[in-house]
């Protein structure tokens, strides 16, 4: 029975190292897309134009109150039906099809966006008034403020949130699962069934995860020292 466990534990290698690749895919660029949009709901949450306002709030309390698992399952399945209604209103013909892969990037990075719109918020309004009154003063374009001042003073107390949210991104990678999308997690299900050795199996799925995880942890922990270089440290 053990050689037999070890023996399909071998076959499913390669399929598990490409699912744990696809995860990883996944989440990085979901975290890429997700990091552009909650610099622009950080940056409309403080805008003074009222009506911008309400839509970054409206955008980030809604999808935070929403489950992942049933933003996923609406856009998989109702968000070609809604594609294929705007076009054929649109005059253009042509049935749309969405793949895994875009939905799980772009649910995930719609919600990535949610949270990191209240972690630049919060980390932006953490940068003492001064140096942006000192940057207005001195006739800092838009860009250069943002670049020199609002950046490298958000980062150090924005990467702590972010170093979370990653973690908690990967994790959620599993829910694309329920599509049968062939990451990680739907491939130790595959391996699981099949073999019946399911105990291996999803512990060599949480090994991995966890390898992920603390390599993670790593990259985070030298980045924040990087950031954070100069600064006082507490003894």
């Known amino acids: ?3 037999m466990t070890s023996e399909g534990l071998i076959d499913w290698a390669g399929p598990i190292l490409g699912g744990a690749l696809t995860t990883v895919q996944i989440a990085v660029l979901a975290y890429a897309i997700g990091l552009l949009l909650g610099l622009l709901g950080a940056g409309a949450k403080l805008s003074p134009w009222a009506p ?4 970054a709030t409206a955008y980030s309390t809604l999808i935070r109150a929403v489950p992942e698992l049933l933003l996923i399952i609406l856009l998989y399945y109702a968000g070609a039906q809604a594609l294929d209604s705007l076009l054929a209103y649109l005059g253009m013909a042509g049935a749309v099809q969405i793949t895994g892969f875009a939905t799980a990037v772009g649910v995930l990075a719609f919600v990535q966006g949610a949270y990191m719109t209240e972690v630049f918020r919060g980390a932006i309004l953490a940068i003492p008034r001064g140096q942006l009154e000192a940057a207005d003063a001195f006739g800092f374009s838009r860009w250069a403020r943002f670049h020199r001042i609002v950046l490298q003073g ?5 990467l702590p949130g972010m170093s979370n949210l ?3 991104l990967i994790k959620d990678t599993a829910l694309i699962s329920v599509i049968g999308f062939n990451e990680l997690f739907f491939t130790i299900q595959q391996a699981a069934a099949s073999s019946r050795a399911y105990f291996l199996f999803y512990a060599a799925a949480g090994v991995i995860y966890l390898l992920i995880t603390l390599s993670s942890t790593a990259l985070f922990t030298r980045l924040e020292r990087y950031v954070r270089r100069g600064q006082p440290t507490e003894a």
Do not use: E, F, G, V
């Open 52 to 55: 911008l306002r309400s839509l």
């Open 154 to 158: 958000m980062l150090p107390n924005a």
């Open 1 to 3: 029975m053990t050689a």
């Open 166 to 168: 990653w973690l908690i």
